[in-house]
């Protein structure tokens, strides 16, 4: 089949591997329909994830056909669509049961599960298609993907959707709305939500849908901020205003209640300690760089929320611990419990409650991943969301 | 094997995390381990009940299973098994293996006989999660530090990151009570192994 490969930093190339195939009994192999290039895939593409190999598959959000299943599968049929969240889990297991999808103990196999427990701890899960700290399964960047523990992730769509409105419940949808649920949104209330790629944009709609009376949205992109405006947030271009000031003031003096951080790790910026970030980073001397996040714990106000949807991997310093318990902030991030959510948001799509189409900027045949990484790298404002579609297949 | 380690120790911590090197060989109840062995504990909850995993455990065949360097265990009678080992550079070596203490739903001991290159025993021992979460599974496994050639080979085997290879052999076995299969990322790692 082809696939996408990576091969080193700005290095992905488009090659012929072989199929994948059934390896235990619960898997089952999806034809690929639609896939996409997520923020995070550039983490990977810069090269400031550790632990990748040479001719690792790339991709964690895709869906497709179901064109084979294990005999231990009972929940599976072929021909059935389906989307794939990108966190792998056994449904099985302590966390599971708890619907910590994203905690499972036992996805990650047992030789990369080490690298996360001597990082966090505790070892990580399973994903697809990303660094072998989460297993190193081939990701959805391809004609055919081998999906494990396929009778608890891939949820069913029904025919006649097309697949660009339920494509993103395999991450940026539910990673939007667990962004917004972990803000314990109360009525009347105001969100700040810093960053508005994918995953910011649906925070902010999903911040509007659990009730919020404002959300300001934070980012430097013209077009990223008109995509928020559109979809009713109010706007702050970092490079024209002050953050905080303006923050302080548009909301009368006390604050946002809670504040999102969508950025993640390598924010832009141009203050002392984002240049402070930049020296040391390349001096190896911290791994993140993280000036959003320290705007987004001042901003906040005084018993405030703040979520953290933006991926970190590593350590950082600076990080303002004073301000996080004089202020008595409550702080939750977390990679996202897709298979928690994945049901209620596809009921909301199918409702027309939720708007997942209007992010998509460019449409590419799989062939072009490499030139979609390029352009989702390089030119952020107008390159928001690409979808790639693998050789022979019409769009839906 | 964490039973009154405040008493001996000054704490409650379990004698895997003890401080003091060798602390488990002369605590831990059961195991055949001398002064001198190399000692690897680790405990995992695996939310299965206690009599179905001692039953899986108990039948040594299915050892290799979880234990990716362990390649057959051939069952002689009820005590009895031989133990065909992965070594170095696409090598094994067998060894004879008793079992030295068998509690059903509880505790099963076992240790190396006459002739093993590396002198080796373990225990492993189940117990209801306090918590409820299900099985408590605890693993000690001794290593005698072997000499000569051979045993060097295999020593080196064992002990490049003997805790590591135990914590992996665990964490595959609690995939594979709790959800069949244990998890892989590559065709060439198909598992379970049969």
Known sequence: ?396 | MNEGTGEHLGDDGPLCASRHPGAEVTHVEHLAARPGDVLVGRSVTIDRPRQELYAFWRNFENLPLFMHNIRRVTVIDSTHSRWLVAAPAGKSVEWPSAITVDDPGQLIGWESEEGASVRNSGTVEFKDSPERRGTVVTVTLAYDPPAGAIGQMIAKLFHKEPKIQARRDLRRFKQLMETGEVATAAPPYAAPRA
């Open chain 1, 1 to 396: 089949m082809r696939a996408l490969t990576w091969h080193g930093r700005h290095d992905v190339r488009m090659e012929t591997i072989p199929d994948p195939k059934i390896v235990n009994p619960r898997d089952a192999i999806i034809r690929i329909t639609s896939t996409a290039i997520c923020g995070s895939d550039l983490h990977l593409y810069d090269h400031v994830i550790p632990t990748m190999k040479s001719g690792d598959v790339l991709g964690h959000e895709f869906m497709g056909e179901v064109v084979e299943v294990g005999p231990g599968n009972r929940k599976l049929r072929v021909g059935q669509r389906v989307v794939v969240p990108f966190v792998i889990a056994c449904g099985e297991c302590f966390f599971c049961k708890k619907q910590q999808f994203a905690a499972c103990d036992n996805s990650n196999p047992a030789e990369s599960a080490d690298m996360s427990e001597f990082l966090y701890g505790y070892p990580m899960t399973g994903a697809f298609g990303y660094a072998h700290l989460t297993g190193g399964y081939a990701g959805g960047q391809a004609e055919y993907a081998r999906v494990p523990f396929a009778d608890v992730g891939p949820i069913v769509i029904p025919d006649g959707i097309e697949d660009e409105k339920v494509l993103f419940l395999s991450d940026i949808l539910p990673t939007g709305w667990m962004a917004a649920v972990n803000c314990q949104i109360e009525p009347e209330e105001v969100v700040a939500v810093w960053g508005c790629g994918p995953v910011g944009l649906f925070a902010i709609q999903s911040a509007f849908a659990l009730g919020a009376h404002r959300v300001i949205a934070i980012d430097h992109y013209p077009h990223r901020l008109a995509l928020a405006k559109s979809m009713g947030a109010e706007t702050l271009n970092f490079e024209e205003s002050d953050v905080r000031e303006a923050l302080v003031e548009m909301t009368g003096g006390i604050g946002p209640d809670a504040c999102i951080d969508a950025v993640g790790m390598e924010s832009h910026g141009f203050t002392a300690d984002s240049m402070m970030d930049k020296v040391k980073s390349s001096m190896k001397l911290v791994t993140d760089e993280t000036h959003g996040l320290r705007q987004v714990i001042i901003a906040c106000r005084k018993g405030g929320r703040v979520s953290i949807p933006g991926v970190y991997g590593g350590v950082t310093d600076k990080f303002p611990i004073g301000a996080m318990m004089e202020k008595g902030l409550s702080i939750k991030g977390g990679q996202t419990h897709v298979q928690k959510y994945t049901a209620d948001l596809l009921k909301l799509i199918l409702e027309g409650k939720l708007n997942t189409t209007f992010l998509i900027s460019h449409r590419l045949p799989l062939e072009e991943a490499p030139t979609g990484y390029k352009i989702f790298k390089e030119q952020q404002n107008d390159v928001t969301k690409v979808v790639l579609k693998p050789a022979g297949i019409t769009r839906h």
